[in-house]
């Protein structure tokens, strides 16, 4: 539930109305919905989050933990991120890549509703740095996603060290993702395709190109804030 505060003081300028929000947003949250669902069965965790978590799974994603689940379900909270951060597409396919890799370098940990939201507004930021030109600082991101500077920037530092800082993605690796999100839409969805939006690559990018930029921290006003996750 987001606090109060006017949400159209920082929508995307060029984004109008009747302009449809990327595909990504919503191929995305349907495969993380089924994964977390999925997930919190395995755990013994009902949906609303108030159950006990069981120690041998998701250890390694503590500090990701918030109390409860929160409220706001993925697919909100991912087209918010959208809405106010001017965040490329491709932002949001990296940032899942960030997720699956933590998930095989420590297979003990399992991304439920008790952490999926602080998982995506970190790794969507740090994708955010390493991708776009032009982004958002690490407080403007923490008013967006309902958290605490502070707790943001000890997020980022969390996942940076559990992906051992390796951020870049190559082409290669980036459409192989984008092939899977829409396989996984596309058995699901009665057969109906979607497709994720692609970076224009007219200038012949090869497979192993990595698509990164150096890291750097754009200040900026702050948006409406979210009521804690």
């Not at 290669?172 to 979607?194: D, I, T």
Request: charge should be negative; charged fraction near 20%; hydrophobic fraction near 40%.
């Amino acid at each position: 539930m987001l606090a109060g505060g006017d949400d159209t003081q920082l929508c995307r300028p060029e984004l109008s109305e009747a302009e449809p929000a990327p595909r990504v947003l919503a191929i995305l949250s349907f495969v993380l919905e089924k994964l977390v669902a999925r997930n919190d069965q395995l755990m013994g965790q009902p949906p609303d989050g108030l159950g006990l978590v069981s120690a041998r799974f998701g250890k390694t994603l503590n500090g990701f933990h918030g109390v409860r689940a929160p409220s706001i379900s993925i697919a909100k909270y991912l087209e918010r991120i959208y809405k106010f951060t001017n965040c490329s597409p491709s932002c949001f396919v990296v940032g899942f890549i960030y997720i699956d890799r933590v998930v095989h370098r420590h297979p003990e940990s399992l991304v439920v509703s008790l952490n999926v939201h602080r998982l995506l507004v970190t790794s969507v930021m740090v994708a955010s740095k390493m991708l776009d030109d032009v982004h958002y600082n690490n407080a403007f991101y923490a008013r967006v996603g309902g958290i605490t500077n502070v707790e943001l920037n000890k997020l980022e530092l969390e996942l940076l060290f559990m992906l051992d800082f390796g951020v870049t993605v190559s082409s290669r690796v980036f459409e192989s993702y984008c092939l899977h999100l829409e396989k996984e839409m596309l058995w699901n969805n009665n057969g109906a395709a979607q497709k994720v939006e692609r970076p224009i690559t007219s200038n012949g990018v090869g497979d192993e190109t990595e698509i990164s930029v150096e890291l750097e921290d754009t200040q900026s006003s702050s948006p409406p804030q979210m009521a804690e996750i």
